[in-house]
Nanobody, 123 residues
Framework: QVQLVESGGGLVQAGGSLRLSCAASGRIYSIPVMRWYRQAPGKQRELVAAITSGGSTSYADSLKGRFTISRDNAKNTVYLQMNSLKPEDTAVYYC?????????????????WGQGTQVTVSS
């Protein structure tokens, strides 16, 4: 019913930048919150940043100043601009969203995840 598709990952040298995108599709009514998580090898998945439909943002303390989350509500898309990348930023980055959607004439809410996009930062 609803899909989240990420793009923009890749290999970058330390100090470089990448911009991730995540587009939601389906019979969407609203997306109150969109988030980015990441999971490095051997580590737990951690929250990177979140943004509400009104534009309020929050970040993991360790990433403030280097990462910026934004969204385009008209496109149901969330972005993550990552600057001054470090080797320790290497991880699979996942998009997550609380989505209200239509099924028939009824509205439902569910939590959705993208498939993940690999970000590798070389030293």
């Amino acid at each position: 019913q609803v899909q989240l598709v990420e793009s923009g990952g890749g290999l970058v040298q330390a100090g470089g930048s990448l911009r991730l995108s995540c587009a939601a599709s389906g019979r969407i009514y609203s997306i109150p919150v969109m988030r980015w998580y990441r999971q490095a090898p051997g580590k737990q998945r951690e929250l990177v940043a979140a943004i509400t439909s009104g534009g309020s943002t929050s970040y993991a303390d360790s990433l403030k100043g280097r990462f910026t989350i934004s969204r385009d509500n008209a496109k149901n898309t969330v972005y993550l601009q990552m600057n001054s990348l470090k080797p320790e930023d290497t991880a699979v980055y996942y998009c997550n969203a609380d989505v209200a959607y239509w099924r028939g004439l009824s509205r439902y809410t569910n939590d959705y995840w993208g498939q993940g996009t690999q970000v590798t930062v070389s030293s």
